[in-house]
C-alpha cells in the first residue's frame, strides 16, 4: 500500500520556522521526485518546492526561494521542508507528493502520482 504521510505543521509567529517532513512507504522511494505543495485557504493548490530523486536538483517558487529547503534521506524514506522566516502568506496545507522519476515535471501537480493527506501550518502575527 503507497502512502505518503507528511508531520511537523504547527502554529507559529511571523518570522518563525518550521520544519516538515514526508515519509513515504509502499514503493520504491529513492526511484521517485518529491514535490512539496500548498493550498491556503480559498485558494487554489500551488508549487511550493520539488526535489529529484537523488537530491541532486532542487526547485522552489519564486515566493519562497532563499526561506525554505528541501532535501531528503533516502535511507529513511523521507524528505524535508525546512520553512524559514515564515510570512503570514505561508499559511495554508502542504502537501507532499511523489512522481516515478522518468515523469517528473517539477511543478506539473497532474504529473504526481501519490499524495499525502497534508499538514496545516499556520503562521500568526
Known amino acids: 500500500q503507497v502512502q505518503l504521510v507528511e508531520s511537523g505543521g504547527g502554529e507559529v509567529p511571523t518570522g518563525g520556522s518550521l520544519r516538515l517532513s514526508c515519509v513515504g512507504s509502499?514503493?520504491?522511494?529513492?526511484?521517485?521526485?518529491v514535490g512539496w505543495f500548498r493550498q491556503a485557504p480559498g485558494k487554489e493548490r500551488e508549487f511550493v518546492s520539488s526535489?529529484?530523486?537523488?537530491?541532486?536538483?532542487?526547485y522552489y517558487a519564486n515566493s519562497v526561494k532563499g526561506r525554505f529547503t528541501t532535501s531528503r534521506d533516502n535511507a529513511n524514506r523521507v524528505v524535508y521542508l525546512e520553512m524559514d522566516s515564515l510570512k503570514r502568506e505561508d499559511t495554508g496545507v502542504y502537501y507532499c507528493?511523489?512522481?516515478?522519476?522518468?515523469?517528473?515535471?517539477?511543478?506539473?501537480?497532474?504529473?504526481?502520482?501519490?499524495w499525502g493527506q497534508g499538514t496545516q501550518v499556520t503562521v500568526s502575527s
Open positions: 526535489i529529484s530523486w537523488s537530491g541532486g536538483a532542487v
Open positions: 507528493a511523489a512522481v516515478d522519476a522518468s515523469r517528473w515535471h517539477v511543478e506539473a501537480q497532474d504529473k504526481y502520482e501519490h
Open positions: 509502499g514503493f520504491t522511494f529513492s526511484h521517485y521526485s
